[in-house]
């Protein structure tokens, strides 16, 4: 296959936004050679601002699912929190900026000032205007490729999936305040297609392909008293091989950044119980091992520099040392982006996790202990085996 054999397709969605969802078929017969590209969705507001710095555009972008007619082969859920999660999950040690214009976006690294390179994935300024109309208003190219382990895993064949979409599910409001959709431009989804033959036989001549997906739980914590745990169950895990998982702890009230950064719980222990053995040593980890750990996993964390002012509910003013999220005098703490995260490796028959929460010094009273979220994400394994009359999929 020559690269003049691949064509790319910019595929309108199948229907206009409707219910905050729009739809992009794909066409069969062919081979899709690298993952598809979401581009130019934005939106406006009554009044300008910014989408939120740890995810931009993404914000708005509910859940990801990608289909083959009515059998779910993905379903990538709580985007914005795991958008957060990736554009921190990086380094920049050569403090180089790369950033490269695209329909109108920047996509790379941004230098934020002379000592600090801030990950952005989004937009120039993140910007969230009021017209409509406005050629300028930001927008988005999300390369499916960072979320989707099943466009990541090689071609695909849409000869063998024939009826292959994908649906994004959209918000208005949950995260940044957007009254509409960007009118003077509509989504597209650009893919990269050819009808190569002997590309196309290779391709169809696959007897399996097996890949990596990000799916997760989601449990509400009450508030407790003074010095309570909690312990709840991950039961969308049980029954799948889970490799690496990180747990963002997300506020009940706040907007923007408050929701999708991990808030500091720094006088708490956390501990995974994976088949009823303990996953961290002893009764649990703080917020130093929790960081060590998650590290160990997943490589670097960059706290993003706008995190400076970003705290935990009802915390004190911005700077005060027990619960700023991401800054100190505006020095990088990475430590204070509090996500939990390690290693499963195994099948699991029971996943559960205790978190023990205390008053914290705050001057202003009670912090850890009011109603948390606890989203946990986990990377399981799929396998896709096909035979002359299909394909069935299971999990590993």
Not at 155 to 161: A, F, R
Not at 366 to 382: H, P, R, S, T
């Amino acid at each position: 296959m020559f690269s003049s054999d691949i064509k790319t397709h910019f595929l309108q969605p199948s229907k206009d936004i409707k219910n905050n969802q729009i739809e992009f078929k794909i066409p069969a017969g062919m081979v899709l050679v690298s993952p598809p590209r979401l581009l130019e969705l934005g939106g406006t507001a009554a009044t300008a601002g910014e989408y939120p710095r740890t995810a931009g555009v993404m914000s708005i972008v509910d859940s990801i699912r990608i289909l083959d007619g009515q059998t779910e082969l993905e379903n990538i859920g709580l985007v914005p929190q795991l958008t957060a999660f990736k554009n921190m999950n990086c380094t920049n040690d050569k403090a180089i900026s790369e950033v490269n214009p695209s329909y109108g976006c920047r996509i790379g690294l941004s230098k934020e000032r002379d000592e600090f390179i801030r990950p952005t994935f989004t937009v120039e300024n993140f910007e969230l205007k009021t017209a409509a109309t406005d050629v300028d208003n930001a927008r988005l190219m999300c390369n499916m490729g960072r979320y989707s382990g099943f466009f990541s895993s090689g071609m695909v064949s849409t000869e063998k999936h024939s009826h292959l979409r994908i649906i994004f599910k959209l918000n208005k409001g949950k995260y940044t305040t957007v009254n509409d959709w960007v009118e003077n431009t509509k989504p597209v989804l650009a893919c990269d297609l050819t009808d190569n033959e002997e590309t196309l036989k290779k391709v169809n001549s696959m007897d399996s392909r097996t890949y990596i997906t990000m799916e997760h739980d989601r449990q509400h914590l009450a508030a407790i008293g003074a010095n309570s745990s909690s312990r709840v169950r991950m039961n969308n895990f049980i029954n799948k091989t889970v490799n690496r998982f990180f747990i963002q702890t997300e506020a009940t009230t706040g907007s923007g950044d408050d929701l999708l950064a991990s808030f500091s719980l720094p006088d708490s222990t956390v501990q995974v119980y994976v088949n009823n053995d303990n996953l961290y040593p002893d009764s649990g980890v703080k917020q130093a091992m929790r960081t060590a750990f998650l590290c160990d996993a997943w490589g670097d964390l960059l706290a993003d520099f706008s995190l400076q002012n970003y705290k935990s509910p009802a915390s004190g003013a911005a700077g005060d040392n027990s619960n700023d999220l991401g800054f100190i005098d505006e020095l990088p703490l990475v430590g204070l982006v509090d996500y939990t995260g390690g290693e499963v490796m195994r099948k699991v028959n029971s996943l559960e996790v205790q978190l023990e929460r205390k008053y914290s010094s705050d001057a202003s009273g009670v912090l850890d202990n009011q109603a948390i979220y606890l989203n946990c994400f986990g990377e399981v394994i799929k396998s896709i085996v096909y035979t002359p009359s299909g394909y069935s999929m299971v999990y590993v």
